[in-house]
């Protein structure tokens, strides 16, 4: 959410956004909205001056005059009630407009429709390091993992390890299912252990937070109400109205509210904070989140249907950072934080790139964002495993998050997020990465001490 005197003093770039990141949103019918908002508000004041200007007056008049003012005063009300039903419905079109206004993209955002004007600026593999591709084009090449046989999917190399099993898993748990065992079991929670650790030596707070969010929660982060669709909302069961000790009854109905599956630990990070003013010397605050996350996957229909690349639940650790409003110091936080997710990826051997995120491809929120995608032998490219976001205050004005400077101003805060881990949507590089020609897959050295052997070997 951007500040109101911002939008409209800034009209043009704040359309410009909207028009480069596919908002669908009228700014001129926001900009009307908050002009009528703002004048029925001045018309009420006015009217309640002059209300509390009787009140002082009334108690000295005579009863001729006690009556005439009394019967002013009536018509004064109707007319602020009738200025109130009024002022409910502009109030009402304000603030859902303001809710889909964009944060306004960084200056180095390429301006694009969608993931085809995304542009990769750095790649890396084990044996060549980091490759620019604007001063070493034709090394880009040489970045994915060579083989000198036909390599194996994900699925079938699952299948033949025992490790993942797709079909039993889409007959108990539906379209996407599936089961992870045996070493992939390890491999997941090894590689969580590993970066948990990791973060922990970053000095990030360690968390589990909730996976039920209530509606705020996503509000706040910014995945209601245009990402609504992609969000599980629960159906809770009712119960009967039970009995206190003074003998009242209590409706469980009365203070029921809707509750979600977040797609990822960011709302519920973020929401730890929601109302809350902080102190300068408070920040950073830096938190690592691990839970599973939960995705309806509906915009991506007949997508990476097969494997599991696109599935509906996952294990993800998330970090989250909370900054001084000062753009210089969260873009410092923005490349700290990619720097951890390829730090991950190097210490798994993996090949990757990065990406500059385009405007029609990195969501309202995002001042600037990053993608870093990894090496997928079975897709013949590299596919997203680690996405690294800078919304400067977008969410905190939506959570009401602040923090007071150190010579006493209130601002609010700046916000980031970045995936340490995903998985098993990581598992898919592990395994076609690190297979060999006989069927088997080595261990990365850096899990070996979480799956106990070195090599996974077909089972006898």
Avoid at 105 to 125: F, H, K, L, M, Q
Avoid at 302 to 315: I, L
Avoid at 410 to 434: D, F, H, M, Q, W
Wanted: hydrophobic share 35%; charged share 30%.
């Amino acid at each position: 959410m951007l500040d109101i005197k911002f939008i409209r003093d800034n009209a043009d770039k704040v359309k410009k956004a909207i028009a480069d990141k596919r908002i669908d949103l009228n700014l001129d019918m926001l900009l009307d909205a908050d002009a009528k908002r703002r004048d029925l508000l001045t018309q009420l004041e006015s009217l309640q001056a002059v209300k509390n200007q009787a009140s002082k007056e009334i108690p000295k008049l005579q009863d001729a005059e006690k009556k005439a003012k009394l019967l002013e005063m009536k018509e004064v009300s109707e007319k602020s009630d009738a200025l109130k039903s009024e002022l409910g419905s502009f109030v009402e079109t304000f603030e859902r407009l303001m809710a889909l206004v964009p944060n306004i993209p960084s200056p180095e955002t390429p301006i694009g429709p969608d993931s085809s004007a995304n542009v990769p600026w750095r790649y890396w593999n084990a044996q060549m390091g980091l490759v620019d591709p604007t001063k070493e084009a034709n090394k880009v090449k040489d970045v994915p993992t060579k083989f000198d046989f036909t390599p194996q999917d994900h699925i079938s190399l699952g299948k033949k390890l025992d490790l993942i099993d797709t079909e039993a898993g889409v007959k108990t748990s539906g379209f996407r299912g599936y089961y992870l065992k045996n070493e992939a079991v390890l491999i997941q929670y090894g590689l969580i252990w590993y970066c948990l650790k990791k973060m922990q030596s970053q000095g990030f707070t360690l968390m589990v937070p909730p996976a039920l969010v209530r509606e705020e929660a996503l509000f706040g982060s910014g995945h209601f109400p245009s990402g609504r669709e992609e969000i599980y909302q629960v159906e809770e069961s009712r119960h009967i109205a039970v009995p206190t000790p003074a003998g009242n009854f209590v409706d469980p109905e009365a203070n029921r509210q809707e509750t979600f599956l977040a797609g990822t630990s960011e709302p519920a990070l973020l929401a730890y904070y929601a109302d809350k003013t902080l102190t300068e010397k408070d920040l950073p605050v830096k938190m690592c989140g691990v839970s599973s996350c939960y995705r309806s996957e509906i915009g991506s229909y007949g997508k990476d249907a097969k494997g599991v690349y696109r599935v509906h639940e996952f294990m993800k650790v998330e970090q989250v950072v909370l900054c001084k409003a000062d753009i210089v110091e969260s873009d410092k936080w923005l490349e700290g934080m990619r720097e951890i997710a390829e730090g991950v990826l190097q210490d798994l051997k993996l090949p990757y790139r990065v990406l500059n995120i385009c405007t029609g491809d990195m969501g309202a929120g995002k001042y600037k964002m990053y993608d870093v995608e990894t090496w997928m032998p079975s897709k013949n490219e590299f596919g997203e495993t680690h996405s690294d976001s800078n919304l400067t205050d977008w969410q905190a004005r939506r959570l009401n998050l602040k923090y007071k400077t150190a010579d006493g101003k209130t601002k609010y805060v700046y916000t980031l997020n970045n995936t340490v881990i995903a998985s098993p949507r990581i598992l898919i590089a592990i395994l076609e990465n690190y297979q060999q020609k006989d069927g088997s897959v080595i261990v990365p050295e850096v899990l070996r001490p979480f799956v106990g052997i070195d090599v996974i070997k077909p089972k006898p």
